[in-house]
């Protein structure tokens, strides 16, 4: 069995829950981290005191982005662009490029939602969210310029580079912060929204 270690109120943790549904395999979860805390078990697992943590079978890995790639690398491998074997290399590090690139997104977006979904409202620093919408804004103007031309962050077809930022791009306009029109990742996110996996594991509320 796949087991996943990590609340699914977890940015990292839902892109490994709907990564695991994409990829077919039979999954389970456990609640770990924020309120639920960490076991000594799980710190044995993991010693970042973060999530997520995955087991499969006796292999243990923590850190998001590299369970997706393990994911894709051992169960779906459909998941990665796919491109002439001498050009193969290429097309996975396209792939590779928006899932680094995306942790640089959630530093970014980090203090507005932090903010906006775990400050009380009379509480909320305004100026410090107005900085990390702006910072969203630049970087999500690369993101749209990247889908004006392709329908998928790795070209025509839905892939493991569209995982990670397709998470942030639920809070960014769940959080519906004041910036410029991002008229192509709203349409990639409609394309998101249709993928049962990602409307039921990953387009949840924010808490």
């Given at each position: 069995?796949?087991?996943?270690?990590?609340?699914?109120?977890?940015?990292?943790?839902?892109?490994?829950?709907?990564?695991?549904?994409?990829?077919?395999?039979?999954?389970?979860?456990?609640?770990?981290?924020?309120?639920?805390?960490?076991?000594?078990?799980?710190?044995?697992?993991?010693?970042?005191?973060?999530?997520?943590?995955?087991?499969?079978?006796?292999?243990?890995?923590?850190?998001?982005?590299?369970?997706?790639?393990?994911?894709?690398?051992?169960?779906?491998?459909?998941?990665?662009?796919?491109?002439?074997?001498?050009?193969?290399?290429?097309?996975?590090?396209?792939?590779?490029?928006?899932?680094?690139?995306?942790?640089?997104?959630?530093?970014?977006?980090?203090?507005?939602f932090l903010q906006c979904v775990r400050v009380a409202p009379e509480a909320r620093d305004a100026a410090l969210i107005a900085r990390s919408a702006q910072a969203c804004v630049a970087m999500m103007g690369i993101l749209d310029a990247e889908l004006a031309h392709q329908p998928w962050l790795t070209g025509d077809y839905f892939g493991i580079a569209d995982i990670p930022m397709g998470v942030y791009a639920h809070t960014w306009f769940t959080l519906n912060l004041p910036g410029a029109e991002m008229p192509h990742v709203a349409a990639w996110y409609a394309r998101l929204l249709t993928r049962p996996a990602f409307a039921r594991l990953a387009a949840v509320p924010l808490t």
């Amino acid at each position: 069995m796949f087991t996943i270690w990590g609340r699914l109120n977890s940015h990292n943790v839902k892109k490994v829950v709907w990564a695991a549904e994409e990829s077919g395999v039979e999954w389970q979860r456990h609640d770990v981290g924020g309120s639920f805390g960490y076991t000594h078990e799980y710190l044995a697992m993991n010693p970042n005191r973060l999530v997520p943590t995955i087991q499969d079978g006796e292999f243990v890995l923590w850190e998001s982005n590299a369970i997706l790639r393990y994911l894709a690398d051992a169960y779906a491998p459909r998941l990665w662009p796919t491109a002439p074997q001498t050009r193969a290399p290429q097309a996975r590090a396209k792939a590779d490029r928006w899932m680094d690139w995306q942790v640089a997104y959630a530093d970014a977006q980090r203090d507005a939602f932090l903010q906006c979904v775990r400050v009380a409202p009379e509480a909320r620093d305004a100026a410090l969210i107005a900085r990390s919408a702006q910072a969203c804004v630049a970087m999500m103007g690369i993101l749209d310029a990247e889908l004006a031309h392709q329908p998928w962050l790795t070209g025509d077809y839905f892939g493991i580079a569209d995982i990670p930022m397709g998470v942030y791009a639920h809070t960014w306009f769940t959080l519906n912060l004041p910036g410029a029109e991002m008229p192509h990742v709203a349409a990639w996110y409609a394309r998101l929204l249709t993928r049962p996996a990602f409307a039921r594991l990953a387009a949840v509320p924010l808490t």
